[in-house]
């Protein structure tokens, strides 16, 4: 599998503020960018997908900035709460919905 | 949403025992379910890629007679872990495959004594 790289592996944050999480890939093929949202013992969901045809995408309180040339990606959380402390993973695929290929994670913390 | 479950939750096996684990897509058919394993604190990593009705895609450095999969349905996959020991507790996760997303299951904690 090719690597996806994910920083940092653990994060902190006051209640409020925007963590973001950094992902850098290596191949070119990847063509689909999902983030998941995974909390102790459950398994990972999905919060926000990009394709590198687009540079920015927002669901909500989340964004996903997308920067092609640089082959990286991020994940920006506005007004973080408490709520949104759970590990974080970035992903990679070539054709939407086939094998992903998963950075390390980052372990986020949102303090009250 | 797509729902996708995993039977048990939690099992925990005596040594050299096999232990099946479920993975069922309730609202919607799914021809590709994947298999993932993770160790605590770390990522997921691909063991398997199982399409229904043809035999499984193993990863590099994953044992298919270890780990049987069977995909005979479309909204069902199992992983048989086989003559288990206590290097194969993880938690093991499945996901099935809707258009162009994975949705995953809530994972089985697996733990071999």
């Known amino acids: 599998q090719q690597q996806v790289k994910q920083s940092p592996q653990s994060l902190i944050v006051q209640k409020g503020g925007i963590p973001i999480i950094n992902c850098a890939y290596e191949?070119?093929?990847?063509?689909?960018f999902p983030w998941y949202q995974q909390f102790p013992g459950k398994g990972p969901a999905l919060l926000i997908a990009?394709?590198?045809?687009?540079s920015e995408k927002k669901e909500g309180r989340f964004t996903i900035s997308f920067n092609k040339s640089a082959k990286q990606f991020s994940l920006h959380i506005m007004d973080s709460q408490p709520g949104d402390s759970a590990t974080y993973f970035c992903?990679?695929?070539?054709?939407?919905?086939?094998?992903?290929?998963f950075g390390g994670g980052t372990r986020l913390m949102v303090k009250p | 949403g797509a729902v996708v479950s995993q039977h048990p939750s939690r099992v925990i096996c005596k040594s050299g025992t096999s232990v099946k684990i479920e993975c069922r897509s309730l609202?919607?058919?799914?021809?590709?379910m994947f298999w993932y394993r993770q160790f605590p604190k770390q990522s997921l990593m691909l063991m398997a890629t199982?399409?229904?009705?043809?035999?499984?895609?193993?990863e590099q450095g994953v044992e298919k007679d270890k780990f049987l999969i069977n995909h005979a349905s479309l909204t069902l996959s199992t992983l048989t872990v086989t003559s288990a020991h206590p290097e194969d507790s993880s938690f093991y996760i499945c996901?099935?495959?809707?258009?162009?997303?994975?949705?995953f299951g809530p994972g089985t904690r697996l733990t071999v004594l």
């Open positions: 996901s099935a495959r809707r258009e162009d997303t994975q949705y």
């Open positions: 191949n070119t093929a990847f063509d689909y």
């Open positions: 990009i394709r590198p045809d687009v």
């Open positions: 992903a990679a695929s070539y054709n939407a919905g086939n094998m992903l290929t």
């Open positions: 609202d919607f058919q799914a021809t590709t």
């Open positions: 199982s399409n229904e009705g043809s035999k499984a895609t193993y």
